[in-house]
């Protein structure tokens, strides 16, 4: 049985920083493309950042590149995402999510998601 949990959540100040934890058990990092979402109040899912399983390829979405990095742990079969610079439009509740195969932003293709953790940037 796949489990993802997530931590490392909580309240930042706007250009704070703050760094989300996702440890997985029930499936081998180095073989699943693993991801971050988010979701505001009143909003869609989004894509936030994706690392291949071989930790060699990140893709980031627009709003946050430059401000976020996404890292792996195959050892520990953890996923990280370092958050800088964080924005008040940065709250949401914070997803980790895995899939088999390659990465993509669709939030429906991945299978296995985590129970979230939640992101709050005050101004």
């Known amino acids: 049985q796949v489990q993802l949990v997530e931590s490392g959540g909580g309240l930042a100040q706007a250009g704070g920083s703050l760094r989300l934890s996702c440890a997985a058990s029930?499936?081998?990092?180095?073989?699943?493309?693993m991801g971050w979402f988010r979701q505001a109040p009143g909003k869609e899912r989004e894509f936030v950042a994706g690392?291949?399983?071989?930790?060699?390829?990140?893709y980031y979405a627009d709003s946050v590149k430059g401000r976020f990095t996404i890292s792996g742990d195959n050892a520990k079969n953890t996923v990280n995402l370092q958050m800088n610079s964080l924005k008040p439009e940065d709250t949401a509740i914070y997803y980790c999510?895995?899939?088999?195969?390659?990465?993509?932003?669709?939030?429906?293709?991945?299978?296995?998601w985590g129970q979230g953790t939640q992101v709050t940037v005050s101004s």
């Open positions: 029930g499936l081998t990092f180095s073989r699943h493309t």
């Open positions: 690392i291949s399983w071989s930790g060699d390829t990140t």
């Open positions: 999510a895995g899939r088999w195969g390659t990465m993509t932003t669709k939030s429906e293709m991945y299978p296995y």
